[in-house]
C-alpha cells in the first residue's frame, strides 16, 4: 500500500481515453478510519482502504464481515465516521465523481411488464416512461446495452431475464453516464458459469478501456484471484490487503476462510 | 353544466342517460376511473393492495372526525385525516423493521375501531352505512369540479413520480444510487393515493375502492409487455369497466360500484390465462 500523499503514477493512457484523463478526474479512493454504527453495534471500524482507478479492488470475507456496510457508506446511503476522500492524481480533491452501481439482489416482482428499455429510460430521461420514449433516449438505452453486449434485450420484461441477462442491464445502467467508480455487489449471484465468464470479461474490458476504478464484492474466490487486481480482506475491518497473490496466501485468508470450513 | 348535458344528449341518445343523475355519474366515472387505473399499476408494483384498502377504511375514521367536529361536509376532515394517516403509515414502515403487512394491519384496525366506536354512538351508525357501499348514483354536478381538480392534480404529479417509483420498485438501493429521493417518493405517492380515495370513497364505498385500485392495473398487468402498455391497458379497462358496469347497473337495479368492480374481476380472470411469457 502507497503511503498517503505520495503521488500516484497514472497508468499509461489506453488509445481513446485520453481525453478522460485531464487534471480534475477522479485517480483513486482513500478511506479513512471508516466506522459504522447502527443501533448502538460496531458494524465495521477502522476500515483504512485505497481503490485506484485503472484497477477492480476485490472486497472478500464471510457473510456478516461487513463488504455490504462499507459500500453502503462509499454510495453515501449511511451515516459513517471517518473520511472518504477523492482525489485526482496530483493529489487535490476530484471535482463531481461519479458512482454506477449494480446492486446484489434484486428482489422486485418479476411479473411486472416492465421492459428492459422502459427500465433504462426512467433512469435516463425525466419524461414519464409511459408517455412513450422518445428516439434520443431510445439510441441511449441501445447504446448502454451495447457496452454490455446486450442490446438484443432491449424489448424482453425485465423480470424474464436470466440472472446473468439481469446483470448485464444493470452493469449498463450502472455505466451510463461513464462512472468513476464503478461498485459491483456481488453481481454472480444466480449466474451460470458461462454468463460468469463473459460477464467479467466485460467488466475487464470495461476497466482497461475506461480506466475507472471499480469496487467488487465478490463470495467467489476464483473470479477474484483472476480478475482482482487487489484484494482487501475483510473482517469487522479490513484485516489484509494487497495483490491478490499476497492476500490468498496470507494467514488471516486461512484463518477466515479454512478454518471456518473446517468447522462447518 | 346544462351545455355539458346537451352534449351528452345529443352523442349519446340513450334511455339510461335521459336523467341527470346518470349524466352526473356518467361524468363521475370517466374521472373517477383513470385515476384509479394509473395509480393501480404501481400501487400493485410496488406491493401497496394491503395499503390502499387500509386507506380506504381510514375514510370511516375521517368521518367520525367531522362529526364529532360538528362539520356539515366531511370532506375536509376526510382529506386531511387521510393524508395525514397515509403519511403516518408511510413514516412507521420506514423507520421499524417490522414487517409492512403488519403494520398496515395495526393502523388499518386502529382506524377502522376508531371510527366506529364515533359513528356508532347511541345507535346511530346505520346514518353512515351508505359509506361502506357507496352510491355513484348521488353525484350532484356541484361533486364534479373536485374529481376534476383531482383528476388533473394526479396526473400532472404522476407525470413527476412514475419514473422514480418505476426505479425503486425494483431496487430501492439502486434508485437512490441515481439520485432519487426514495423516501420522498413513497410518501408522494401514498399521499396521491391517499388523496384519490378520499375524493371518491362517498361515490364507491369504503368495501369496494381498493378493488377499483388493483384490479384494473392487475389484469391489464397480465397482457402488457411494456411500460406504457401496462398504464394505458389499465386506464382502458378501468373506463370500459367503469361505464359498462354503470349501465348494467341501470338495467338491473343494483349498486354501480359492485358492478363495476365485478366487470374489472371478470376482466382480470379472462386475462389470467391469456398471460404472456
Known amino acids: 500500500m502507497r503511503e498517503r500523499g505520495t503521488p500516484v503514477p497514472v497508468p499509461a493512457p489506453v488509445k481513446g481515453a485520453s481525453k478522460e484523463l485531464s487534471g480534475c478526474r477522479l485517480c483513486r479512493i482513500e478511506v479513512d478510519n471508516l466506522s459504522v454504527k447502527r443501533d448502538g453495534q460496531v458494524l465495521i471500524s477502522d476500515v483504512n482502504l485505497h481503490i485506484h482507478c485503472g484497477e477492480l479492488t476485490a472486497l472478500i470475507g464471510t457473510n456478516g464481515a461487513g463488504k455490504t456496510t462499507l459500500l453502503r457508506a462509499l454510495l453515501g446511503q449511511i451515516e459513517y465516521k471517518g473520511d472518504i476522500r477523492h482525489l485526482t492524481g496530483d493529489g487535490r480533491p476530484a471535482a463531481a465523481v461519479r458512482t454506477g452501481y449494480v446492486p446484489q439482489q434484486l428482489e422486485f416482482d418479476h411479473s411486472s411488464p416492465v421492459s428492459v428499455q422502459d427500465f433504462l429510460a426512467a433512469a435516463f430521461s425525466s419524461r414519464p416512461v409511459f408517455l412513450g420514449i422518445s428516439r434520443k433516449v431510445r439510441e441511449m438505452a441501445r447504446h448502454a446495452l451495447m457496452r454490455t453486449h446486450s442490446e438484443h434485450l432491449a424489448d424482453r420484461p425485465l423480470g424474464a431475464l436470466s440472472g446473468g441477462e439481469l446483470q448485464r442491464v444493470l452493469l449498463a445502467l450502472a455505466l451510463t453516464p461513464q462512472p468513476d467508480l464503478l461498485i459491483l455487489d456481488e453481481p454472480v449471484s444466480g449466474m451460470d458459469e458461462n454468463g460468469l465468464e463473459t460477464f467479467y470479461q466485460t467488466v475487464n474490458e470495461l476497466k482497461k478501456r475506461n480506466h475507472m476504478a471499480i469496487l467488487l464484492v465478490s463470495h467467489d474466490l476464483d473470479v477474484v484471484r483472476r480478475y482482482a487486481d487487489r484484494v482487501a480482506l475483510m473482517q469487522g475491518t479490513v484485516i489484509e490487503q494487497g495483490t491478490p497473490e499476497r492476500v490468498f496466501a496470507s494467514k488471516a485468508f486461512e484463518q477466515v476462510f479454512y478454518s471456518r470450513e473446517g468447522r462447518e | ?277
Open chain 2, 1 to 277: 353544466m346544462n351545455g355539458i348535458y346537451a352534449v351528452m344528449g345529443t352523442i349519446l341518445p340513450f334511455s339510461f342517460l335521459q336523467y341527470t343523475f346518470m349524466k352526473n355519474a356518467l361524468l363521475a366515472i370517466l374521472l373517477i376511473t383513470p385515476l384509479f387505473g394509473m395509480l393501480g399499476t404501481m400501487a400493485v408494483d410496488n406491493k401497496m393492495a394491503f395499503f390502499s384498502d387500509a386507506l380506504g377504511h381510514s375514510a370511516l375514521t375521517g368521518v367520525a372526525l367531522g362529526v364529532v367536529l360538528g362539520m356539515k361536509d366531511q370532506m375536509l376532515p376526510m382529506l386531511l385525516f387521510g393524508v395525514l394517516w397515509a403519511a403516518l403509515i408511510t413514516f412507521v414502515k420506514q423507520h421499524s423493521r417490522m414487517s409492512a403487512d403488519t403494520i398496515i394491519s395495526v393502523f388499518s384496525s386502529a382506524s377502522i375501531a376508531l371510527g366506529l366506536v364515533i359513528l356508532s354512538r347511541g345507535g346511530a351508525f346505520a346514518r353512515y352505512s351508505s359509506l361502506l357501499v357507496g352510491d355513484v348514483l348521488s353525484v350532484t354536478a356541484e361533486d364534479l369540479p373536485l374529481l376534476l381538480g383531482a383528476l388533473i392534480l394526479v396526473f400532472v404529479c404522476w407525470t413527476f413520480l412514475f419514473n422514480p417509483l418505476l426505479l425503486t420498485s425494483v431496487n430501492a438501493s439502486l434508485a437512490r444510487s441515481r439520485g432519487i429521493r426514495t423516501k420522498l417518493t413513497e410518501y408522494g405517492f401514498t399521499i396521491l393515493v391517499a388523496l384519490c380515495v378520499m375524493v371518491s370513497i362517498r361515490w364507491v364505498g369504503v368495501m369496494l375502492i381498493n378493488s377499483l385500485l388493483i384490479l384494473p392495473a392487475a389484469a391489464s398487468r397480465n397482457l402488457a409487455r411494456n411500460a406504457v402498455s401496462y398504464l394505458w391497458g389499465s386506464v382502458l379497462i378501468s373506463l370500459v369497466c367503469g361505464i359498462a358496469g354503470l349501465i348494467l347497473s341501470y338495467y338491473l337495479n343494483t349498486s354501480a360500484g359492485a358492478a363495476i368492480v365485478l366487470l374489472c374481476a371478470l376482466v382480470y380472470f379472462i386475462s389470467l390465462p391469456l398471460r404472456r411469457r
